[in-house]
């Protein structure tokens, strides 16, 4: 009875405040795109500068003149430079391939790992899980002393495939830590209906899981593929001779001959180099998305 | 007593109603967990091959001469802590990682809250903007920020000759260069931050927020009392995942300073790289990239339980 009283007691009031709440929120929307357009700027001027830098020939660049953040005269010889330069196409080569194999081993070792993790039980299990995730946290800048050695006991110093060897372990115990999130979150009926008709493991695996998991699987490729395509660290200890080298080196050992920097080529390969990732996120912003907050979100 | 129900339920399935049917799924229970180990192995196989071996090796790597021939305990640690350099980079090192994960922690916050204001579509397309710099690959961003910091003629010194300020020698001087390496991590890294606080932003429920505006509480309020409660496992999570991703970064001091100028920039990993790889002494080197073992495992160890908490969250 007092509720319905003090309700009544308020709806003058409320109205009021509701057009003023009104009006605050339009401020605060407003202030929220200006904010954000000042964080647009700071943060998109870099990729921006790379792009204009790109466009400029070498004559602009060393005249230092005018305002560097646009381009004057701009040429695409920079880019056709890089196209037909052998080591480039070499670089570009390499890093598509050691992608595609690093991709594929990846997901090939953590789809039926996570499987297992998430749906079934071994002895061990539990704590494994924890201990994939612990691998996960272990970063290359601790490891690539040691594996340094390991991998010239492998006989694969300056030999672009030690990487395909290498990557996986930066990309494969994330990915299974994504999957064991998806798998996770799927139904237990659905092994309990595949196990009444009669399907084994695998079958369950090959026929249920994978195909229902597709997103988390696309999530778990895009976070395999930004690993082997942006990686730093292990080309450069490992790699020396530009035969074998992939973009992220090849390109600071290529084009900076000793203090002779030819920036409108470096930053056109930057661009060309940049393409790819670019271009998946843009079609697949989404699961770009999922597989960052994976980490921390699920499981 | 609940326990007691729930483990003679759970029981019912087991009693052997049927002997040989108990035998069977015994078996099966085997064959079962077989089938789990064969499906983990080739990533059992992989982790301690090129993780949980590479690491213990480092330890021994660590305590052996230059050489690698004798042993020599942990000589390498004592020299590396008794020299100046070093000792700077333990202080850069912490530096770096410390300042660059408030930034982006704070950064991230500010982002994500006015992202929050936003309408679904228009929120994606800002959203999408904002996370440019975390998807150009790294090394290949930080050369353009290698080319703006370049001190004759830059992005960022022709802006300033603009409004009158003189040309800033950027990577040349100790504390410039230092601020140089944490704005690129911070550029880098705050999007990331971004997303995090963005997805743990949509779970706070809106009634509490609702509740708190009837009871009258201000913006700063809210986000006291109900937004940073609620988020704080997600906050403490990123960040002490950001700080083990950031105090391990090698990318940006490698390419932007390679450690210079006079060796101010160095951090635990490009230290390592110039000792361990290109003076060829990999047991110092390994010593030095050990140090940041301890800091790593009590991030790690904070992770973990902070995620533990968080699934037995959401499971609750």
Known sequence: MSASTVIFDNVPGERRTRSSAERHRKWALWGSYIAL??????????????????????????AQSGNPWIVHHPTLANFWYLITYPNFQTYYVNSLMITVVVVVISLAIAIPAAFSLARMRFWGSQAFSTGVFLT????????????????????LINNVWCLAVLYPTLAAPFATWIMIGYFSSLPKELDEAALIDGAGYLQMLLKIFIPVAMPGIIAATIFAFTVSWGSFLYPLAYLYTSNQMVLTVGIISDLIRGDVFQWGKIMAACVLASLPPVFIYAFLMDYFVAGLTAGATKG | MPDVASAAISAVPRTPRWAHSANTVRRL???????????????????AGFVVYPALYAIWLSMLNKKMITFVGLDNFAFLLRRNTFQLVIFQSCLFAVTAV???????FIMAHLMHNLSGKSQRIWRGLLLIPWVIPLPLS??????????????????LEQVGIGPVPWLGVGWIARFCTIAVNVWFGAPFFLI???????????????????????AIQKLIYITLPTMRNIIAITVLFSLIITFADFDIVRILTGGGPQDLTHVFATYAFQVGIQSGD???????????????????????????????????
């Not at chain 2, 408030?102 to 991230?108: E, M, S, T």
């Not at chain 2, 920020?145 to 010194?157: G, H, I, T």
């Not at chain 2, 779970?203 to 009837?214: M, T």
């Not at chain 2, 073992?293 to 499971?315: D, Q």
């Open chain 1, 37 to 62: 357009g000042c964080f647009v700027v700071m943060l998109l001027a870099p990729p921006f500068y790379t792009l204009m830098t790109s466009l400029k020939s070498s004559e602009e660049i060393s």
């Open chain 1, 136 to 155: 996960y946290l272990v970063p290359a800048s601790l490891l690539f002393l040691p594996l340094f050695k390991i991998v010239g006991f492998l006989g």
């Open chain 2, 29 to 47: 229970a085997r064959r079962r967990s077989t089938i789990a180990f064969c499906l983990c192995l080739p990533l059992i196989l992989l982790t």
């Open chain 2, 102 to 108: 408030i930034f982006k922690a704070v950064l991230g």
């Open chain 2, 142 to 159: 930080t050369l353009t920020w290698w080319w703006m910091f370049d001190p004759s003629y830059s992005a960022f010194n022709w802006l």
């Open chain 2, 196 to 218: 995090m606080y963005l997805a743990a932003l949509k779970s706070v429920p809106e009634q509490l927020y609702e509740a708190a505006a009837i009871d009258g509480a201000g």
């Open chain 2, 282 to 316: 990999i047991p110092l080197g390994a010593a030095g990239s050990l140090f940041m073992f301890p800091i790593l495992a009590v991030s790690a160890f904070f992770v973990l339980r902070g995620i533990t908490r968080r699934s037995k969250e959401i499971a609750a």
